[in-house]
């Protein structure tokens, strides 16, 4: 059942106050219209500008009627007064339905009560849901969907049928093309996604495939606007990865389960993958990769954003930001140092009141359930903070253990970070410098790399091998100081993760 056949059997059944959740108040318009046609029954419209008229009524005219009924209370005994069955949609209420206009709240409770003996419905149409606790028992509430893929369609169609008579915009959509717009534009607002084709078409003058980007300029405005998530613009790519090559093909895989043809096939959305191992060997630029890999935004989710100083607000902040990844999906939810996050859960009841501990369980029980194309990537260094209901099976399709770079990925990972400052790599002795850089991470490699061009460019030499050895000498990897806990994680991780690495690393530790 359709959310407009669910309205339409709501107001069959004669429940007296909805309470319709969304953005689009013209889609949302159009469906309870239709509802009014099957119902048989005549639509009324309020607002706080134009009061309480018949909707679609002419704007002079309805102001001139209505003028007295912008009063939201004055607005609501109407609707008690009014004798024949019909539906009353009232807009952007729930500013009226605070503490401090008690009578709104009041008078709609007893609406509620007048109406179930009646075949009339109140409809609240807002953005966001704001209820007061008076009014849970009485309020049936609807969260009115994004558009999908069929209303998106429709819109592309219609813009098509405008453009092309014109013969002055050049149109070069294949199959293939148009899939990857109508899957960039999902999570957007039919309204949105309108402006970003008005906006392809006057920068681009022509509409194609290649123009993804902007949708997702598009989703980053709305992350920004929320606030509780970043959004990442990355250039990484695999290519950028050094090593690491199972987790790689492992994720391009995956990367192809979010077209329609793998859902044809029967193929779920991937739901993540929870990468574990030493620091600074590639676990976040993995994230970065997959998401330019499949074109989608890319959104970090940082644990201190979501707690708040008011009890409650921690929890709601998840929801909210649970709720934007799924808005803007498909996409990847990056969770760095997951560890870090929800350390400390199992003694939360006496350190914060419980509060990390109902965080975990709502960011858990969404894990579990979801069902949005949001791919969820959360790295961790350290095994022993992770709390066990974590890894338990469902949460994630994959965990992977990432080791220190073996000899073969360490001469590709010193080859990536010289080309990527001017270098030829040719020009250097790649498997002297992978032998002198034994136990050594991906990010200490590239520290190496820079620390030799800043003592090449003091000296007014050109940087050369004998540069970069020197400042691998000069630097005791952290996998020697910390060389027991390693240890420790690659004994917890044997058996229980698969190995980042198609093979197992040359260095020691």
């Known amino acids: 059942m359709n959310l407009l056949e669910e309205i339409e059997v709501l107001v069959r059944a004669r429940y007296p106050l909805l309470y319709v959740v969304s953005g689009e108040e013209a889609r949302v318009d159009a469906a309870l219209a239709e509802v009014?046609?099957?119902?048989?029954?005549?639509?009324y419209e309020w607002s706080c500008t134009t009061g309480l008229a018949p909707a679609g009524a002419p704007a002079p005219a309805a102001r001139a009627r209505t003028a007295a009924t912008r009063d939201p209370q004055a607005a609501l005994d109407l609707v008690l007064e009014?004798?024949?069955?019909?539906?009353?949609?009232?807009?952007?209420?729930?500013?009226?339905?605070?503490?401090?206009?008690?009578?709104?709240?009041?008078?709609?409770?007893e609406i509620a009560r007048h109406l179930k003996d009646t075949r009339k419905t109140l409809v609240l149409l807002s953005p966001t849901l704001e209820l007061p606790a008076e009014l849970e028992k009485d309020v049936t509430v609807l969260h009115f969907?994004?558009?999908?893929?069929?209303?998106?369609?429709?819109?592309?169609?219609?813009?098509l049928r405008e453009v092309e008579p014109g013969g002055?915009?050049?149109?070069?959509?294949?199959?293939?093309?148009?899939?990857?717009?109508?899957?960039?534009?999902?999570?957007?607002?039919?309204?949105?996604?309108?402006?970003?084709?008005?906006?392809?078409?006057?920068?681009?003058?022509?509409?194609?495939g290649a123009e993804v980007a902007e949708f997702l300029a598009e989703k980053r405005q709305?992350?920004?606007?929320?606030?509780?998530?970043?959004?990442?613009?990355?250039?990484?790519?695999?290519?950028t990865v050094g090593g690491l090559t199972a987790l790689k093909a492992w994720l391009a895989k995956r990367g192809a389960a979010f077209t329609p043809a793998a859902r044809a096939y029967g193929l779920p959305p991937p739901r993540g993958v929870l990468l574990l191992g030493v620091q600074g060997c590639g676990k976040s630029l993995c994230a970065k990769a997959a998401?330019?890999?499949?074109?989608?935004?890319?959104?970090?989710?940082?644990?201190?954003?979501?707690?708040g100083s008011l009890v409650g607000s921690s929890e709601e902040n998840v929801r909210r930001a649970i709720q934007v990844a799924e808005s803007v999906a498909p996409?990847?939810?990056?969770?760095?140092?997951?560890?870090k996050a929800f350390a400390g859960t199992q003694g939360s009841t006496f350190s914060d009141a419980g509060t990390t501990a109902r965080v975990f369980g709502t960011f858990l029980?969404?894990?579990?359930?979801?069902?949005?194309?949001?791919?969820?990537?959360?790295?961790?260094?350290?095994?022993?903070?992770?709390?066990?209901?974590?890894?338990?099976k469902g949460r994630f399709d994959e965990l992977f253990f990432v080791d220190l770079p073996g000899a073969v990925e360490r001469a590709e990972i010193f080859a990536i970070h010289l080309a990527r400052r001017g270098r030829d790599p040719a020009r250097f002795d790649l498997p002297a410098l992978a032998a002198a850089s034994a136990d050594f991470s991906g990010a200490e490699i590239e520290e190496a790399v820079i620390s030799a061009l800043y003592e090449g460019f003091s000296r007014g030499e050109e940087l050369n091998t004998a540069h970069v050895r020197a400042a691998l000498e000069e630097t005791v990897p952290l996998a020697r100081t910390m060389s027991e806990h390693l240890q420790r994680l690659r004994e917890w991780a044997r058996g229980r993760a698969r190995p980042a690495q198609a093979r197992e690393p040359t260095g020691s530790a």
């Open 145 to 159: 969907p994004l558009p999908g893929r069929a209303d998106l369609e429709a819109l592309l169609d219609r813009i």
């Open 168 to 208: 002055q915009v050049r149109v070069d959509l294949d199959p293939e093309g148009r899939e990857r717009l109508l899957q960039a534009a999902r999570g957007l607002t039919l309204n949105e996604a309108e402006n970003v084709f008005a906006r392809i078409l006057v920068r681009h003058r022509g509409l194609s």
């Open 36 to 43: 009014a046609r099957r119902v048989g029954k005549p639509l």
């Open 82 to 109: 009014q004798v024949e069955p019909a539906l009353f949609v009232f807009k952007d209420l729930h500013p009226f339905l605070n503490r401090h206009q008690p009578a709104v709240t009041r008078r709609l409770r």
């Open 331 to 339: 996409a990847v939810l990056w969770v760095d140092e997951i560890d």
């Open 365 to 392: 029980t969404w894990l579990s359930e979801k069902t949005a194309p949001v791919f969820v990537m959360a790295t961790a260094n350290d095994i022993s903070q992770l709390p066990p209901e974590l890894l338990r």
């Open 291 to 307: 998401a330019n890999a499949w074109q989608v935004p890319l959104l970090r989710f940082d644990m201190g954003r979501m707690f």
């Open 222 to 239: 709305l992350i920004r606007k929320n606030g509780l998530l970043e959004y990442y613009d990355t250039a990484e790519s695999f290519a």
